[in-house]
Nanobody
C-alpha cells in the first residue's frame, strides 16, 4: 500500500504561482508512476502531469510550458510547480501512485483556486 499526503493548494490570482507537494509513505523508486490529476466542477478528472520511477515525465498540453512535475527521492516527494496560473486551472488537484502490479492509490486532494 501507498499513503499519499498532499499540500500546497490555495487561492492565487491569475498569473501567480503555486507548488503542490505529494509525500509518499514509501520509496518512490518502488512506485511505477506518480502523477497529478485535477477535476474541476462539472468536468471529468484529467491527468495534468506524471513522472515514472525512472524519472521520465509527461505533461498535459493544456499546462505544458506552465506546469512542471519533479521529485525529491530523498524525501519520497513529488512536486507540481504551477506558474502563470489561469482561472481555468481552478480544480481539486489529487496525487496518484500507480504500482507495478497495477494498483492505484490517491491522496486526499487539494483545492487550487485561481481568481481573475
Amino acid at each position: 500500500q501507498v499513503q499519499l499526503v498532499e499540500s500546497g493548494g490555495g487561492l492565487v490570482q491569475a498569473g501567480g504561482s503555486l507548488r503542490l507537494s505529494c509525500e509518499a509513505s514509501r520509496s518512490i523508486f518502488s512506485i511505477y508512476r506518480m502523477g497529478w490529476y485535477r477535476q474541476a466542477p462539472g468536468k471529468q478528472r484529467e491527468l495534468v502531469a506524471a513522472i515514472s520511477s525512472g524519472g521520465s515525465t509527461n505533461t498535459a498540453d493544456s499546462v505544458k510550458g506552465r506546469f512542471t512535475i519533479s521529485r525529491d527521492t530523498s524525501k519520497n516527494t513529488v512536486y507540481l510547480q504551477m506558474n502563470s496560473l489561469k482561472p481555468e486551472d481552478t480544480a481539486v488537484y489529487s496525487c496518484n501512485a500507480q504500482t507495478v502490479v497495477g494498483s492505484y492509490y490517491w491522496g486526499q486532494g487539494t483545492q487550487v483556486t485561481v481568481s481573475s
